[in-house]
């Protein structure tokens, strides 16, 4: 099975960017990945972000972006705020299976 | 007020069964897909298995295939996953989420805990 793969930590100054990338054990992460990005915070429900690679809810705040880049799906976050530090998980599709990536720690400090 | 709300989670025995049912309100059960996720204390995300709106397709995760299987009852706006042969490893939250459209992951119920120990 696809191993899909992420930074398990990252830290962020507040108001500063950061990028949380997602790979896959298969080759590059492509749109036909249909990547989706996630925010959990602790103690509660996952919140999806971004679905398809770019597209966002409507909850999803202007500050995050999904993108491909260098082979990996992306999620950038610009602008950090302190209610943004959480575990980011990343989704891949692939034939008849689906799989999440380990998650990435994100502080914002 | 558009909601999912899991229920059935327990403390069975390993090799045990256990069925978790989750109820949609607010919103038409029957024109959505379903999915099961579940997270293991401290861990990370696990994606189970996928109901289409129609019944078909069906998709499951190869940790369960076999032992779980999925279900809805469009008249009753409940989708259900039948849990056998249940190992330690299987405790976790199970969360059930609704699509829109091209996303699978639109709106999250609360979960539930299944805890498998003897």
């Known amino acids: 099975q696809a191993v899909v793969t992420q930074e398990p930590s990252l830290t962020v100054s507040p108001g500063g960017t950061v990028t949380l990338t997602c790979g896959s054990s298969?080759?590059?992460?492509?749109?036909?990945?249909?990547c989706y990005w996630f925010q959990q915070k602790p103690g509660q429900a996952p919140r999806t972000l971004i679905y398809?690679?770019?597209n966002k809810h409507s909850w999803t705040p202007a500050r995050f972006s999904g993108s491909l880049l260098g082979g990996k799906a992306a999620l950038t976050l610009s602008g950090a705020q302190p209610e943004d530090e959480a575990e980011y998980y990343c989704?891949?599709?692939?034939?008849?299976?689906?799989?999440f990536g380990g998650g990435t720690r994100l502080t914002v400090l | 007020e558009v909601r999912l709300v899991e229920s059935g989670g327990d403390l069975v025995q390993p090799g045990g069964s256990l069925r978790l049912s989750c109820v949609g309100s607010?919103?038409?059960?029957?024109?959505?897909?379903m999915t099961w996720v579940r997270q293991a204390p401290g861990k990370g995300l696990e994606w189970l298995s996928y109901?289409?709106?129609?019944?078909?397709?069906?998709f499951y995760a190869d940790s369960v295939k076999g032992r779980f299987t999925v279900s809805r009852d469009n008249a009753k706006n409940s989708l259900y996953l039948q849990m056998n042969s249940l190992r330690a490893e299987d405790t976790a939250v199970y969360y059930c989420a609704r699509g829109f459209g091209t996303s699978w992951f639109y709106l999250w119920g609360q979960g539930t805990l299944v805890t498998v120990s003897s």
């Open positions: 109901i289409s709106e129609s019944f078909s397709p069906i």
């Open positions: 298969t080759g590059a992460v492509t749109s036909g990945h249909y």
């Open positions: 607010g919103f038409t059960f029957s024109t959505f897909a």
């Open positions: 398809d690679t770019t």
């Open positions: 989704f891949l599709s692939y034939t008849d299976t689906w799989v």
